[in-house]
């Protein structure tokens, strides 16, 4: 069974940089059948596609963050990462890390607990 | 950007037949996902490629998609499927989730 596990600091300042990882344990982020993917969601809010990493490296963000975000694979630790630089307050939510099976009309077919990250001073 | 539009809110009995709906243009050319979320827990893939059903997912539960709308069914509604429902589709690279709908079994 596939499982996904978030991690980072629960706490950013306004300004910094938010740094997570998520930890892939009955799959390998380097097979190639499969994007490995973060998403977000503001208490009580929908969710927010941030963007995903495909294993050759290839990424694609969401149009709105691409000027912020950078997800990257770590394949010796089956891991992959999430940075958004410059956070703001909107952007405390709950963070999920997710895998997408890829096929045309791919689908999210695991998903993490999710990490609350809190941006305040 | 593209955009997909849910009702906020679906009421139904036990027993009867829930309808959540999914409105994006054209989203009938691409393939449409739909996640069921219980309060304080992730996201769980219960249609995905317009109609398919994940192993472990109740016959009870279908998808539809056509036209610009995509379509939720759950017959035989129970109170266990009360939940936040959300739709998703991929626009050039893009996934795209719509703003959810909360299901209430009254």
């Known amino acids: 069974q596939v499982q996904l596990q978030e991690s980072g600091p629960g706490l950013v300042k306004p300004s910094q940089t938010l740094s997570l990882t998520c930890s892939v344990s009955?799959?390998?982020?380097?097979?190639?059948?499969?994007?490995w993917n973060w998403i977000r969601q503001p208490a009580g809010k929908g969710l927010e596609w941030i963007g995903r990493?495909?294993?050759?490296?290839?990424?694609n963000y969401n149009p709105s963050l691409k000027s912020r975000v950078s997800i990257s694979l770590e394949t010796s630790k089956n891991q992959f990462s999430l940075k958004l630089s410059s956070v703001t307050a909107a952007d405390t939510a709950l963070y999920y890390c997710?895998?997408?099976?890829?096929?045309?009309?791919?689908?999210?077919?695991?998903w993490g607990q999710g990490i609350l990250v809190t941006v305040s001073s | 950007s593209y955009e997909l539009t849910q009702p906020p809110s679906v009421s139904v009995s036990p027993g009867q037949t829930a309808t959540v709906t999914c409105f994006g243009d054209?989203?009938?050319?691409?393939?449409a996902s739909w996640f069921q979320q219980k309060a304080g827990q992730s996201p769980a893939l219960v249609i995905y490629?317009?109609?398919k059903r994940p192993s472990g997912i109740p016959e009870r539960f279908s998808g539809s998609n056509s036209g610009n709308t995509a379509t939720l069914t759950i017959r035989g509604t129970q109170d266990m499927d009360e939940a936040d429902y959300y739709c998703?589709?991929?626009?050039?690279?893009?996934?795209?989730f719509g703003g959810g709908t909360r299901l209430t079994v009254l």
């Open positions: 997710a895998r997408v099976v890829d096929s045309r009309g791919g689908y999210f077919d695991f």
């Open positions: 009955g799959d390998s982020v380097t097979r190639g059948t499969f994007y």
């Open positions: 990493v495909y294993t050759s490296g290839t990424t």
């Open positions: 054209n989203l009938g050319d691409k393939f």
């Open positions: 490629h317009d109609t």
């Open positions: 998703q589709a991929w626009d050039r690279s893009t996934a795209v």
